[in-house]
């Protein structure tokens, strides 16, 4: 699977959109950009995934660069309960969720 | 719909004893993942099953940790003897398929080892 390179830590205001980059530059045609977040003393939950196109569910949305080097996700009015560990992850639809997670990205959401 | 339960959620033990953690992962979910998460780091992943068998133990150290799934449902994972870098939260995950989309994490069981 292909590396990922993220910020360690961000801070957002509430009610403000938070963008958080990832970049993935060595990513194959065939994979895909899944996101994830931690919060604290939970396990991670799923927020939303992308290969080429920009996709948008109720949490949030997932911007993919036309070159597929890096993508953006974008939690539209972070709120408190955002607050947690982001973690951006690459890999082949086939692999299923055998995830590799790397350090991720620390957001505190600040009112 | 209820969500991946573990217990205990939290464990304490000295180095050299045993441990064992349980897992019931969401109702009708064939494939059951066991994660290790060392504090700082995130998940790293141990054993994956496929219904009562095995698709993927690589990761883990099969000199003191065990896993099974007998029936196909809960899981247990076990280590023996435990040593102090075994400390860390044992996180269980489910997904229907094997390509699913998403996996669903329990809340995991931390483990102190002294």
Same mark, same amino acid.
Do not use: S
């Given at each position: 699977d292909a590396k990922t390179t993220q910020p360690t830590s961000m801070d957002c205001a509430e009610g403000r959109a938070a963008n958080l980059p990832c970049n993935h530059s060595t990513i194959s045609g065939n994979e895909y950009v899944y996101w994830y977040r931690q919060i604290h003393s939970q396990g991670p939950q799923y927020i939303i995934h992308g290969l080429k196109n920009n996709e948008t569910n109720e949490m949030a949305s997932l911007i993919i660069t036309e070159d597929r080097k890096s993508s953006t996700l974008i939690l539209p009015h972070a709120t408190?309960?955002? /607050?947690?560990?982001y973690y951006c992850i690459v890999k082949i639809k086939?692999?299923?969720?055998?995830? /590799?997670?790397?350090?991720?990205t620390r957001v505190l959401v600040k009112p | 719909e209820a969500g991946v339960a573990q217990s205990p959620r939290y464990k304490i033990i000295e180095k050299r004893q045993s441990v064992a953690f349980w897992c019931n992962p969401i109702s009708g979910h064939?494939?059951?993942y066991w994660y290790q998460q060392i504090l700082?780091? +995130? =998940?790293? $992943?141990?054993?994956?099953?496929q219904n009562? +068998?095995?698709v993927d133990d690589s990761q $883990? =150290?099969?000199d003191r940790f065990s896993a099974e799934r007998l029936k196909g449902v809960d899981s247990t994972l076990k280590i023996q003897p435990a040593k102090l870098e075994d400390s860390a939260v044992y996180l269980c995950a489910s997904s229907f398929g094997q390509t699913n989309t998403e996996a669903f994490f329990g809340q995991g069981t931390r483990l102190t080892v002294v």
């Open positions: 408190l309960r955002d /607050t947690a560990v086939a692999a299923g969720n055998k995830l /590799t997670f790397g350090g991720g | 064939a494939t059951l700082g780091q +995130g =998940p790293k $992943l141990l054993i994956q099953f009562n +068998g095995v $883990l =150290p099969k």
